[in-house]
């Protein structure tokens, strides 16, 4: 398993731009596919968008498609997300997530390892 810990959450107005970090201690970084979720009060934890071992495959949910972009360094053991045209509707506690398979999964279980979650709130 990896330790991950994320950062970058904040508190913005609608039609901002955020970009969380997700730090992974370990040196398998590259073995693992990595995720985003979140979860909003009251609601299930969602998938937002995850990325291959290499970088070269993305998966997003439809709710954020064309808005955020994953991306990962995996020379910097660090995957990312960048968020723009931020919505009321994308505040959540977002996580980070890495699992082994090599295919994306988009169901939270099929994960191994997760962060302790970064705050996005958007103020409409």
């Known amino acids: 398993q990896v330790t991950l810990v994320e950062s970058g959450g904040g508190l913005v107005q609608a039609g901002a731009s955020l970009r969380l970090s997700c730090a992974a201690s370990?040196?398998?970084?590259?073995?693992?596919?990595m995720g985003w979720f979140r979860q909003a009060p009251g609601k299930e934890r969602e998938f937002v968008a995850a990325?291959?071992?290499?970088?070269?495959?993305?998966r997003y949910a439809d709710s954020v498609k064309g808005r955020f972009t994953i991306s990962r360094d995996n020379a910097k053991n660090t995957v990312y997300l960048q968020m723009n045209s931020l919505k009321f509707e994308d505040t959540a506690l977002y996580y980070c997530?890495?699992?082994?398979?090599?295919?994306?999964?988009?169901?939270?279980?099929?994960?191994?390892?997760w962060g302790q979650g970064t705050q996005v709130t958007v103020s409409s």
């Open positions: 990325v291959t071992r290499n970088g070269g495959g993305t």
């Open positions: 997530a890495a699992g082994r398979s090599a295919v994306i999964r988009v169901v939270g279980r099929e994960y191994d390892s």
């Open positions: 370990g040196r398998t970084f590259s073995s693992y596919t």
